[in-house]
């Protein structure tokens, strides 16, 4: 079985330029996850979607974020402009409808921001 | 909002046992999970626990005590490949069941 696929696993900008990551979940979890993570830290959610309702999007900075998950499989998260702040690891983890607390998580995107 | 302690980082030898804490609070609880990161890897799950009490899965173990809001991951025989970052995690009672993980606790294996 696959993975969670995320792409590019790597990707270096200029501050105030555009940026898109794409993540394609396990096939048939309905529960996606986009996730930020900060060096030294925790995984912090930015918006969860269930099936291709976006279900909690409370920290996601709408001012320069979007998410979108059309027809409830892959998903691309995008951020414009993005600030040197933005520079983190952005992780996309499925969930298998009516699991408890397990998340498969993709390799994650490094994002720097220059 | 929830709020999770873990030590930040632990240390110890190959075939040694070590015990990372979490201490967690929180305006509703509906289990402690534990996930593993290697540098540069995906999180991956290894534990959830609902109730109080001991889950065994292998050479890991993790103990949750709801009344304490406390848990521990227990890893025995050490591996080298066990060095890694171990996250506590809680599922956020906000109704949209998010998990809120811990700061992570890195630890290091020597020979």
Known sequence: ?114 | GQSLEQPSEVTAVEGAIVQINCTYQTSGFYGLSWYQQHDGGAPTFLSYNGLDGLEETGRFSSFLSRSDSYGYLLLQELQMKDSASYFCAVRDQTGFQKLVFGTGTRLLVSP
Request: net charge negative.
């Open chain 1, 1 to 114: 079985e696959a993975g969670v696929v995320q792409s590019p696993r790597y990707k270096i900008i200029e501050k105030k330029q555009p940026v898109a990551f794409w993540c394609n979940p396990i096939s048939g979890h309905n529960t996606l996850y986009w996730y930020r993570q900060n060096l030294g830290q925790g995984p912090e959610l930015l918006i969860r979607y269930e099936n291709e309702e976006a279900v909690d999007d409370s920290q996601l900075p709408k001012d320069r974020f979007s998410a979108e998950r059309l027809k409830g499989v892959d998903s691309t998260l995008k951020i414009q402009p993005a600030e040197l702040g933005d520079s983190a690891v952005y992780l996309c983890a499925s969930r298998e409808l009516g699991s408890t607390d397990t998340q498969y998580f993709g390799p994650g995107t490094r994002l720097t921001v220059l």
